[in-house]
């Protein structure tokens, strides 16, 4: 009851996942599907997200954590606003604090500039690492993007940033 999409809502998204994940990623809001079920990414984004971590990263989705910037579904999807961020900007905080996750990766535009508190368009944000809380953040194109531009560019593009994260990943655990 934080904010005003409290009255639009049919659930709180909160979060998915292993609570002691090495691997977070953060996404925009829920969505219609999201909204309905209670989970983050479940719909056709979610699916290209869980291609992404299986398929790409050969990583099981249930290893990673899941959560968005905002819990609660916007009206018609809108972009989330700044009195909607900041009143569930705790939450988020605390679940990476919990987590405490190795990489977190920042799914599109918008969370990623939410996160890092820049106006900085993604394609210079990405494919690099930054520092974030204690950990690391890459930011990568958004799923629901990639599925809607789907070239080859943009594939390869996304995959470059999983790779460099699963190597980080990787070196981590020897
Ligand atoms: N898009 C997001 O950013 N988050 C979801 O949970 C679903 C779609």
């Known amino acids: 009851m934080r904010c005003k999409l409290c009255r639009g809502r049919k659930s709180i998204v909160f979060g998915s996942g292993n609570a002691r994940a090495r691997l977070m990623f953060i996404g925009e809001g829920p969505g219609a599907d999201e909204d309905e079920q209670g ?4 719909g056709r984004a979610g699916q290209k997200l869980t291609e992404m971590i299986e398929k790409g990263m050969g990583i099981p989705r249930s290893d990673c954590y899941i959560a ?5 579904r916007p009206p018609d999807n809108r972009d989330p606003e700044p009195d909607e961020i900041a009143a ?10 919990i987590i405490r996750p190795k990489v977190i990766v920042a799914l599109g535009r918008f969370a990623a500039q939410t996160l ?11 494919g690099r690492f930054w520092k974030y809380r204690d950990t690391l953040l890459m930011p990568t194109f ?4 990639v599925l809607r531009q789907y070239t ?3 594939r390869r593009i ?3 940033d999983l790779k460099k994260v699963k190597q980080v990943l990787e070196a981590d655990q020897q």
């Open 39 to 42: 989970l983050p990414f479940v």
């Open 68 to 72: 968005n910037i905002i819990k609660c």
């Open 88 to 97: 569930c900007e705790g939450f988020l905080y605390k679940q990476i604090d």
């Open 116 to 126: 890092l508190r820049t106006k900085m368009p993604i394609s210079a944000l990405r």
């Open 142 to 145: 958004h799923p629901a993007f």
């Open 152 to 154: 080859p560019e943009n």
């Open 158 to 160: 996304v995959w470059e």
